[in-house]
Nanobody, 115 residues
């Protein structure tokens, strides 16, 4: 079955960096675009970034220029390099395919940006 395991979150000071990883399984990874989403306390889950199966990328306006999404098709893994982090980036981060696929969500990884 489809499964996502996110890792790499933690506590970081404003202006710092983190690299998130997401290991995917249960489907042909090379066929699908992959997305990162995040959910802050009391808010709805929101789109962060997308990478297509051929490597094209799209970013939410709030993270463009600071975050970089990438993928390693040999490892079935998608990454999110987060730079110049701000307190507003504090959230649980999830990876998944397009929401129209209805794949299950992983446990996410907590990112906290605070001094």
């Amino acid at each position: 079955q489809v499964q996502f395991v996110e890792s790499g979150g933690g506590l970081v000071q404003p202006g710092g960096s983190l690299r998130l990883s997401c290991a995917a399984s249960g489907f042909t990874f090379t066929t699908y675009g992959m997305n990162w989403y995040r959910q802050a306390p009391g808010k709805e889950r929101e789109f962060v970034a997308r990478i297509t199966n051929v490597g094209n990328t799209i970013y939410a306006a709030s993270v463009k220029g600071r975050f970089i999404i990438s993928r390693d098709n040999r490892l079935n893994t998608v990454y999110l390099q987060m730079n110049s982090l701000k307190p507003d980036d504090t959230a649980v981060y999830y990876c998944n395919g397009d929401q129209t696929l209805g794949w299950p969500w992983g446990q996410g990884t907590q990112v906290t940006v605070s001094s």
